[in-house]
């Protein structure tokens, strides 16, 4: 079986602080990881993903996650907050062999104060 | 491409009653899901298609039904509608080949039952 948990259902940050969103995964088999966005109203969409490629990925909108197998952790970061970057962030883990189903997390909502 | 759309975007029902919500994609994926979202529990699934005229249960199936007679489209059906089916409702779209299985969400319906 394979879960995802997302430590802290509300982050808030000030523009042009850090961000750190984190996740940590259990998974019988090298998972694939991905992190979603979710602004509002809307359906989620990606911001990155782990395929074993490398250990650091960088997505969009200058997030980026390291992978840490020793940790099974898969945290997701931004150097400096945008006013846009408000919106709820889901992490999921996926076994390649079980029809691509996802495991999510709950979710972690970002605020970002001016 | 218009990608993954669902219908419809609201809609308010009465107890007991029936209706279904039709998801299309254009992205000639094998893979396709039904979530529901509820606050504080991310994204569960609820039916899940890995191709034409096959489908299984998810997480949570019960009081759902979904068939898959074409390719790009899966339809959820609610055959009698109860208060705890008061949701946000997502279809997503996966594909095999495009490794590793990162998921392409339409926008999502909001269903109310009264």
């Known amino acids: 079986a394979q879960s995802v948990t997302q430590l802290g259902s509300h982050v808030s940050v000030s523009e042009g602080a850090l961000v750190l969103l984190r996740c940590n995964y259990s998974?019988?088999?090298?998972?694939?990881l991905f992190w979603y966005v979710q602004y509002p109203n809307q359906g989620l969409q990606l911001l990155l993903k782990y395929t074993s490629a490398a250990t650091l990925v960088k997505g969009i909108n200058g997030f980026e996650a390291e992978f840490k197998k020793s940790e099974t952790s898969f945290h997701l970061t931004k150097p400096s907050a945008h006013m846009s970057d408000a919106a709820e962030y889901f992490c999921?883990?996926?076994?390649?062999?079980?029809?691509?189903?996802?495991?999510f997390g709950d979710g972690t909502t970002l605020t970002v104060k001016p | 491409n218009a990608g993954v759309t669902q219908t419809p975007k609201f809609r308010v029902l009465k107890t007991g009653q029936s209706m279904t919500l039709l998801c299309a994609q254009d992205?000639?994926?094998?893979?396709m899901y039904w979530y529901r979202q509820d606050p504080g529990m991310g994204l569960r699934l609820i039916h899940y298609s890995v191709g034409e005229g096959t489908t299984a249960k998810g997480e949570v199936p019960d009081g759902y039904n979904v068939s898959r007679l074409k390719k790009q489209n899966f339809l959820l059906g609610l055959e009698s509608a109860a208060p705890s089916q008061t949701s946000v409702y997502f279809c997503a779209s996966s594909s095999p080949g495009q490794g590793p299985y990162e998921q392409y969400f339409g926008p999502g319906t909001r269903l109310t039952v009264t």
């Open positions: 999921a883990v996926t076994k390649g062999t079980n029809a691509g189903k996802s495991t």
């Open positions: 998974s019988s088999v090298p998972p694939y």
């Open positions: 992205m000639n994926h094998e893979y």
